[in-house]
Nanobody
């Protein structure tokens, strides 16, 4: 079992930055690929970023590439999403996710409760 708790969401103006954190409980955290997905109002949930269990590989949606950076600290059981140059279209609820499969394909084993990010233009 892995439990995920996100923090760091909030409101920011376009062009600003936010850092999301996801604290995981469970001794098997380091086995899982971790990532972030988001759901904007009226839209389906979509993949944002993922990182392999070792941290050696990262993957990004085209819409956030070059602006967002995912990282993880297995010693702290935490994964991060640094979001820079935020745009209004980044407004969404962001979910932390753990997976033994493909997060790009939305194969999620565990979800966090979500944290809301609002970007005003």
């Amino acid at each position: 079992q892995v439990q995920l708790v996100e923090s760091g969401g909030g409101s920011v103006q376009a062009g600003g930055s936010l850092r999301l954190s996801c604290a995981a409980s469970g001794r098997t955290f380091s086995r899982y690929g971790m990532g972030w997905l988001r759901q904007a109002p009226g839209k389906e949930r979509e993949f944002v970023a993922a990182i392999s269990w070792s941290g050696g590989f990262t993957y990004y949606a085209d819409s956030v590439k070059g602006r967002f950076t995912i990282s993880r600290d297995n010693a702290k059981n935490t994964v991060y999403l640094q979001m820079n140059s935020l745009k209004s279209e980044d407004t969404a609820v962001y979910y932390c996710a753990a997976s033994l499969g493909s997060l790009q394909a939305l194969e999620v084993d565990y979800w966090g409760q979500g944290t809301k990010v609002t970007v005003s233009s």
